[in-house]
């Protein structure tokens, strides 16, 4: 997929470049240790987000493996270790286009081989990331679970790499997690690279300022930790040693360590893709939803006939006959004539030029006959098809199309039915509900519902489909069969009522011969009852091809072979060839085929007759004129097509959306798994990170862990996003490749149903992880602050999570890239927060996406809710020791230093060892972070108003890159 690389490659490039002017030029001195750390753990964070996509890849790519290992092709894991294979090249340039940009602009140490280190731990360490999500996803039937553990497995890695909450502060009972951790090692060798032999100059002392110039150094301590007393800078050994407990003699043992974690990992995923294609799949089975009440064999028949179980076959054949024959009665019988007459369709090709598709094509299709539309592959078959249904909004299309010799009515859409190739439906969904809901939205709105429910049990009847009205239609192997499937695809069109005609495209495909016929004879049994019915199908059998009543035969360039009845054993058809010029066809010779093989049509045919310039010097051409202008006038005599004044849909926005809220809410809840997911990934979350975080003290480490809590707590939102991408997509996908096209409803009902539906379950999840992580953490008790951190973080965060995800879907052709863009602009909001980078040390340029990042606000409202208007005590490890000039007290040395800078003495009237803590309120602390406490109500506005903005842009997004089909990342075809 060229498309999903390069924009892989792109995003990669893009925030390399971000981030690299983010942290521009950092300096050596201390000031910008902190910074150096959110650099590296950036590189394993946006890593890490990204492997995720690969999990929707996989799945999409699990049915086509599971075909070719049924097959006998290959085994599976073959095909998941070329994957393997084939992608380290690919990542391996993704990450060195990404370190090169980033390591450079930052201003990481200028050393080659540091540089070339860090390059192969970025790179090993996203191989090892991916194939750690393939080997999830391998490893779970449903995407939905495979999200959330992704979710939860990438939330413990992060959270215990050591950098949002170094080792050594670690509860005891969780610091195992390090060491399973494959991050961890890649952070550990990444922060000792770069520190190793770095010696950073002391950015601020204490005391220092006016009224402390000229004093010793003696009388001075450097507040980064690591110093040592007496020096003016601060060894970066010492410093990863002091803030991580990193050393760097772990270096290449760290690097063994990570690659045998991912070759545990591709084993894992190797021994998890073979194991999953050997038990997907099997004997086809129905699956009824919890209520129906499941039909016997024998149901349909009265109590006299079943006396003693001697039932016979026969006897319920006949009758399910009888039954299907007199709901077949009750359609609407087609009394118009529809024909066309010299349809030509052009398309541009570029350059100016122009390329035929249709050529001169002229025909018409009957009311209770059956007409096929055959030719080879190429030969404008679904194109025809399409033109006549009016499905084509591109290129030109010339000619008459006419009901009755009559312009098609305005409604002529909602007159007519057509049957995709493509079995298309909503797995969740049931029979009865899938024509139900057909017939609710596609028949017009003065129809009373109870005259729609009991036409949709006639169709059920009319289409043999009363076994399993009530089955869910599900996927192949656990569901309906290819059979069933397409019956209820036909049906859905039956059940809006079709006046005019049924258009079907290629509606064997795929079946096998007992099923193709039925399908066959089912769609004869309609025609008996006065349905007009234009079939495209593809080298059907002999008795097949017999069934129907005549055939258009195209050849490459749309152009016509032949139009005409097929006669008694296909004899006219037959004749017409032989009689101009084409072989006698053996009385043992399929006749489909050997009209195909004169033509030239076959994969080794070929012929030297034009067959189409005969046919227009055909006396059966200017009988099909002679007959259409006939027709067309008896058809205007009659009148035309009754036509009714109705808008573009049958129904009204308000009962789209009704319909569509029904069956969304429906589907969610016959997913229970989905559901599931959501809430134990919020559950395990909340739980992870709040006793990772356990009982925070009120020091600046444990205001920190606080501010670490909060900023952990947004990173579940990337693995929900990526859950509910994938159901958005899903939605559009059904209205796009069926519903659109059959006006069923318009995008707009479609884009607000898929929102609604989303927010109740992630408000729900959000407040069980709200329950598990609060009062974990150790945030205040009190109730007005416990009831505004749930109202930002469990209902304005959802609803900008949720609506931001979906406006990033809204834009992406395929599940795929809409993970990459996800998790480009989700880092990005994350990079301007003012947690890895905090706002005092941004650059200018980037301090208004600071102001734009919606997580800005998220994060301060949470923190100075959490913390803000409280005293902060430090910890003995945050007390640092001064050695006052002689003859002075601790307080009359550092008063004025305090006075200016904040902080307190714990020993005030010491003359010695002056123990002084740098801050002595968490307002001081939230404003070194460019918080405030009275941004608390703005903050939650803010929130609502970027969920606003949010949901504008889905529909935007969705109207521009779906509905105007303005999409720079699809592929044109």
């Known amino acids: 997929d060229m498309a999903a690389q390069i924009v892989m490659n792109v995003v990669f490039m893009l925030q390399a470049v971000i981030m690299g002017s983010v942290f521009l030029k950092m300096p050596t001195a201390t000031s910008a240790y902190f910074s150096r750390g959110g650099v590296l753990f950036f590189s394993v964070l946006f890593g890490a987000l990204s492997g995720m996509a690969e999990i929707a890849a996989m799945y999409s790519q699990r049915p086509i493996v599971a075909r070719h290992q049924k097959a006998a092709m290959y085994h599976p894991f073959v095909e998941a270790l070329a994957l393997t294979v084939v992608d380290i090249p690919i990542t391996f340039v993704t990450q060195v286009l990404f370190g090169i940009i980033l390591y450079w602009m930052t201003g990481l140490q200028k050393d080659a081989a540091k540089f070339f280190i860090f390059l192969l731990f970025t790179f090993i360490m996203t191989l090892t990331m991916k194939a750690f999500f393939r080997a999830l996803a391998a490893s779970f039937a449903r995407e939905s679970t495979a999200q959330a553990v992704a979710g939860i497995g990438t939330l413990i890695l992060v959270l215990y790499t050591g950098y949002t909450i170094p080792k050594p502060t670690m509860i005891g009972a969780l610091k195992w997690l390090t060491y399973i951790n494959p991050i961890r090692y890649g952070f550990e060798a990444l922060i000792v690279n770069e520190f190793h032999g770095l010696k950073g100059e002391c950015s601020h002392f204490v005391p220092s300022g006016p009224g402390y110039e000229g004093i010793n150094i003696q009388n001075q301590v450097c507040t980064t930790v690591g110093s040592v007393p007496g020096q003016t800078f601060v060894d970066g050994d010492a410093f990863a040693a002091a803030s991580y407990d990193y050393h760097y003699k772990n270096l290449w043992r760290n690097f063994g360590i990570v690659v045998a974690f991912w070759l545990g990992f591709v084993a894992w995923f190797l021994a998890g893709t073979e194991r999953a294609s050997h038990t997907s799949g099997g004997a086809t089975q129905l699956v009824f939803k919890q209520s129906a009440k499941i039909p016997s064999l024998d149901s349909s028949i009265s109590g006299s006939d079943t006396e003693k179980g001697s039932v016979s076959p026969d006897a319920i054949a006949e009758k399910k006959q009888a039954e299907a024959h007199a709901a077949q009665n009750k359609i609407v019988k087609a009394n118009a004539l529809f024909s066309w007459g010299h349809l030509n369709y052009d398309i541009d090709i570029g350059g100016g030029k122009q390329r035929r598709l249709l050529d001169d094509v002229s025909g018409f299709v009957a009311p209770g006959k059956m007409t096929a539309l055959m030719g080879e592959s190429g030969a404008g078959k679904t194109t025809l098809l399409n033109a006549l249904a009016e499905r084509i909004s591109m290129g030109v299309i010339t000619g008459d199309r006419l009901v009755n010799g009559n312009p098609l009515p305005k409604d002529f859409a909602a007159q007519t039915g057509y049957v995709q190739q493509m079995d298309i439906h909503l797995e969740s969904t049931t029979v009865r509900e899938a024509l139900m809901f057909s017939a609710q939205l596609r028949q017009p709105a003065n129809v009373p519902m109870e005259e729609k429910r009991a036409y949709v049990e006639e169709v059920i009847k009319m289409c043999a489909m009363e076994s399993y009205a009530d089955a869910i239609v599900g996927t192949v192997g656990e569901g309906l069969n290819v059979e069933q499937r397409k019956r209820l695809t036909i049906g859905v069109e039956l059940a809006a009522k079709p006046q005019l005609l049924l258009f079907l495209d ?468």
């Open 506 to 973: 290629e509606p064997t495909s795929g079946l096998d011969s007992q099923s193709a016929w039925a399908i066959i004879e089912f769609l004869k049994s309609l025609a008996a009852q006065g349905q007009a019915i234009l079939c495209t199908i593809h080298q059907p059998s002999s008795e097949l091809f017999q069934s129907f009543d005549r055939l258009l035969l195209l050849r490459k360039g749309g152009q016509t072979c032949y139009f005409g009845d097929l006669g008694e054993n296909s004899a006219t058809l037959i004749s017409y060839f032989e009689r101009n010029g084409a072989r006698k066809c053996q009385p043992e010779e399929n006749p489909a085929e050997y009209m195909l093989d004169v033509i030239g049509a076959g994969a080794t045919a070929t012929s030297d007759i034009d067959w189409h310039a005969t046919w227009k010097a055909a006396p059966e051409s200017s009988a099909l004129e002679q007959e259409l202008a006939k027709m067309h006038s008896q058809g205007r005599s009659n009148g035309a097509a009754t036509e009714k004044e109705q808008p573009e849909y049958a129904t009204g926005y308000m009962n789209q959306l009704s319909a569509l809220l029904v069956r969304a809410f429906r589907h969610y809840s016959r997913n229970p798994i989905y559901i599931m997911s959501k809430i134990i990934l919020n559950v395990a979350s909340g739980l992870f990170i709040g006793f990772t975080f356990f009982k925070a003290n009120d020091s600046i480490q444990g205001s920190q862990n606080k501010l670490f809590a909060m900023f952990m707590s947004t990173i579940p939102a990337a693995s929900l996003s990526n859950q509910l991408q994938v159901q958005f997509i899903n939605f559009r996908n059904i209205y796009e490749n069926r519903e659109k096209q059959s006006k069923m409803y318009s995008w707009a009902p479609m884009v607000t149903a898929s929102i609604l539906v989303e927010l109740p379950y992630n408000i729900l999840g959000s407040s069980l992880y709200f329950l598990c992580w609060y009062w974990t953490v150790g945030y205040s008790s009190v109730a007005d602050r416990a009831g505004y951190t749930f109202m930002l973080l469990c209902i304005a965060f959802p609803l900008y999570y949720t609506t931001f995800s979906q406006a990033v879907a809204a834009m992406a052709p395929n599940v795929m890239i809409g993970g990459l863009l996800f998790s480009f602009f989700f880092s990005f909001t994350m990079n301007f927060n003012g947690v890895l980078q905090p706002y005092s040390q941004l650059i200018p340029f980037w301090k208004w996406m600071y102001r734009l990042s919606p997580l800005t606000y998220l994060i301060e409202g949470l923190l100075v809710n959490g913390i803000g208007k409280m005293d902060l005590t430090c910890s003995p490890t945050e007390i640092q020791t001064i050695v006052p000039p002689s003859g002075q007290t601790c307080s009359s040395y550092m008063n004025q230093y305090i006075s200016a800078a904040g902080g307190y003495l714990v020993n005030p009237d010491a003359s010695s060892d002056c123990q002084f803590c740098p801050q002595s309120t968490t307002d001081t602390y939230l404003a070194s972070l460019n918080m405030s406490y009275s941004h608390r109500w703005r903050n939650v506005g803010i929130m609502i108003s970027f969920a606003a903005f949010n949901i504008f842009l889905v529909f935007v997004f969705t109207w521009l890159f779906r509905v105007h089909r303005g999409n720079p990342f699809s592929r044109r075809k």
